[in-house]
């Protein structure tokens, strides 16, 4: 490669032979020694020899590593495909939903009008007088007495005109009928707003959105070898965060003997206390492997998606195994830790009692995002 020099006439023409790599550097690119020095001192350990990083990248170059990041590349791409998609999915959604709304506030409103036109001028007299002429058609007297309909009240093959008093307390409930549509629709709509706002703002600086998964805290005091782990284990637990959390996964317990053929863990998380509830939020197939990292007898299941947790919402957690196998398990559960409150599941003869309990289970601590 042949050599450039910086171009900043101070400078005396010293060669540009080092590369900033500071993402937030206004002079990040190719620079000189001098360069360095006037304005790079704050992030010298992000400045690189440009043969450095021409060496590093030649070495990565290697058959195995291109297929690395072709698969990388086409697992990324995927992922923005299925993101369009569901936005645009979502995004139709909403303007059927809105259409609706828009359809279903209009018809109620014109509803009330038409009650209300009878608090209004002379809506009541026009309404007699027009039942009281000789020539109507079916439709004109359906119309005057829908008109005047609010005003009777009928009881055991009896009918009446309201009185003053009653009068009063209809008009009193179609003010409050308005007064619920307006508040309900002003909320809803302008929490939608927000929300979409925010949504604007994280899609212009997605990047700066730091995600950080955090741990709760293990919910046994102590942890024993030689569970026979064979059926369902499950738990249920309420988030104690006064906010919306984002649950990524579950640690799991050691296995301590591996059976001879591939092991792997169903995974399904329902909205409930009820393993028989049909709403099931989440679902998948783990495979687990004897090279699965363990610390303090705890590895990491992350899931492949994260679950919204609404606070204080029952949610209950299931993972069944494929075949039996011995790991760790946890005694002493606790019903609360920092982050949840835990209870037994309910659960149908489908599911076994096995470990459905908080004091025995492999399932000690959960991972989720803020």
């Excluded at 704050?42 to 440009?50: A, I, M, R, T, W």
């Excluded at 994260?306 to 957690?317: F, G, S, V």
């Excluded at 489908?350 to 995002?369: A, K, L, M, R």
Aim: charged letters at 30%; proline letters at 3%.
């Amino acid at each position: 490669m042949q050599t450039l020099y910086c171009e900043d006439k101070e400078h005396q023409d010293n060669p540009l032979n080092l590369f900033c790599l500071e993402v937030d550097c206004q002079q990040k690119g190719l620079i000189c020694s001098f360069c360095l020095l006037k304005c790079h001192q704050d992030h010298v350990k992000n400045v690189f020899p440009l043969k450095t990083i021409i060496q590093s990248l030649n070495k990565a170059n290697n058959p195995k590593n291109q297929q690395e990041l072709h698969n990388k590349g086409n697992e990324i791409f995927g992922k923005h495909h299925k993101i369009k998609q569901t936005f645009r999915q979502n995004l139709i959604e909403i303007k059927e939903i809105l259409n609706k709304l828009e359809r279903e506030i209009e018809k109620q409103i014109k509803l009330l009008d038409l009650e209300a036109d009878l608090f209004v001028g002379d809506a009541f007299e026009k309404s007699i007088s027009q039942l009281n002429m000789e020539k109507l058609t079916k439709l004109q007297i359906e119309q005057a007495i829908e008109k005047i309909e609010p005003l009777l009240k009928t009881c055991d093959g009896q009918i009446w005109i309201l009185r003053d008093t009653e009068i009063n307390q209809q008009a009193q409930k179609l003010i409050k009928t308005a007064e619920v549509i307006e508040r309900e629709s002003k909320f809803w709509l302008e929490k939608c707003l927000t929300d979409l706002k925010k949504l604007y703002e994280t899609c212009q600086n997605p990047i700066k959105k730091q995600i950080k998964i955090l741990s709760s805290q293990n919910r046994y005091q102590l942890a024993y070898e030689q569970w026979n782990l064979k059926e369902t284990d499950a738990i249920c637990l309420r988030s104690k965060k006064k906010h919306d959390i984002w649950l990524s996964g579950v640690g799991l317990y050691e296995i301590t003997t591996w059976p001879e053929q591939e092991l792997n863990f169903q995974v399904q998380i329902f909205e409930g206390s009820n393993l028989n509830s049909k709403k099931i939020i989440y679902q998948d197939k783990f495979i687990i492997k004897n090279d699965m990292e363990f610390v303090n007898h705890i590895g990491k299941l992350y899931f492949t998606k994260a679950i919204k947790i609404e606070y204080d919402k029952p949610y209950t957690i299931a993972l069944t195994p494929n075949q039996s196998c011995l790991s760790y398990y946890g005694a002493n559960g606790k019903f609360e830790t920092d982050e949840f409150k835990f209870e037994e599941p309910t659960f149908s003869k489908e599911f076994s009692d096995n470990s459905t309990t908080i004091n025995q289970g492999v399932v000690p601590q959960f991972f989720y995002e803020e």
